[in-house]
């Protein structure tokens, strides 16, 4: 259904732009005139696409009550965050005075002692432009029979709220804060939350998020969780395609290439941070990803076994699933949650 409303809203989109009239003055000289008619498309199209991922995250966020409402209170709240040092200053209000405000997904198993402490986890979305959705569904549910209280931060950068949400990305930075800003609004806020038994889990580039949490904040977490996590940038520009640098170079994210400031890149890398490990920590990761490729894990590995750290890891062979072997409700992907679940009530209950 989702893909179906996404596809049609895109062709109805470029239905629209293409039927629009081209004008051009009499004037303008015609290279002029047809690329300021391309950026008005451009734009066109940016501003179509924000509003579908708006009405996309209406929807999903139904879903999520219709699909987990039956075992867990559902709640969606709107928190503050770091201030965003790219945003616009107005009446001369500075940015520091001006904290971002992030939404945060809470599930509460409804089976829950409330009159009791119970452990909390903080599970940060993947993408680098990405949202927490449905697709989450099944560890949901796994983890409130469980009796976890999650906390899903839709930390900056992600989208479905809207052109200025998404462009305050800060990957690998602010975004760290916006995930303890969760973890601590949920401990304020929620007296049956042990604040003495948090742990963080994510996949992909909420991998790196779970790993730069607990590297800068390894007070505020008793376990970790890094599943397929992206761990070197450096090593990761090199061998995706060219249009990925250009992402991450563009004016409202990082601002560099990787050759522009390599140190900016090496200090969002969970690699090049492994000394600063404290935590607990459990990694997953498959030499088939096409996504993360295993080389970034075991640079991440290598790095933690130099700096003489324990933790635990496992790096599967061509794991049916890729990247997403062990998010799927496939025998090898509840084997491998198993192993992630027994880590986190080792550590956690």
Avoid: C
Avoid at 20 to 47: G, T, V, W, Y
Avoid at 148 to 166: F, I, L, N
Avoid at 214 to 227: D, I, R, T
Wanted: no cysteine.
């Amino acid at each position: 259904m989702r893909n179906l409303i996404i596809r049609a809203a895109r062709l109805s989109s470029l239905a629209v732009l293409l039927a629009a009239p081209i004008i051009f003055a009499a004037d303008e000289p015609l290279s002029s005139a047809m690329e300021k008619r391309l950026q008005a498309i451009e734009k066109r199209i940016d501003a179509t696409q924000q509003t579908f991922d708006q009405i996309l995250k209406g929807i999903d966020d139904v879903l999520w009550f219709e699909r987990v409402g039956d075992i867990a209170t559902v709640d969606k709240v709107y928190i503050t965050s770091a201030p965003n040092p790219k945003a616009k200053e107005i009446y001369g209000i500075k940015n520091e005075r001006h904290p971002f405000k992030i939404w945060t997904y809470v599930f509460v198993p409804k089976k829950l002692d409330r009159s009791k402490k119970s452990p909390l986890l903080i599970l940060p979305h993947g993408g680098v432009h990405a949202d927490f959705t449905t697709y989450h569904t099944h560890i949901i549910r796994e983890l409130m029979d469980q009796g976890y209280v999650v906390v899903a931060p839709e930390y900056r950068g992600s989208t479905g709220y809207g052109k200025d949400y998404q462009e305050a990305i800060d990957y690998g930075g602010l975004e760290i804060e916006d995930n303890i800003a969760a973890r601590d609004w949920a401990i304020e806020t929620m007296p049956f939350v042990d604040s003495r038994r948090v742990g963080i889990v994510g996949w992909s580039h909420g991998g790196l998020i779970a790993l730069m949490a607990v590297f800068s904040h390894p007070e505020k977490f008793q376990a970790a969780y890094a599943g397929v996590p992206v761990s070197d940038l450096l090593e990761r520009m090199g061998y995706l395609e060219p249009e990925y640098q250009v992402e991450f170079a563009a004016p409202y994210h990082i601002g560099k290439t990787p050759n522009q400031d390599v140190d900016e890149y090496r200090r969002r890398s969970p690699a090049w941070n492994a000394d600063k490990l404290k935590t607990p920590l459990l990694i997953h990761a498959t030499t088939n990803d096409r996504d993360v490729n295993v080389v970034e894990v075991e640079h991440l590995i290598a790095q933690l076994k130099a700096a003489g750290k324990e933790f635990q890891y496992k790096i599967y062979q061509d794991a049916p699933g890729g990247h997403s072997f062990n998010r799927l409700d496939t025998p090898l992907a509840h084997e491998s949650r198993k192993e992630i679940y027994e880590f986190l009530a080792k550590h956690l209950k």
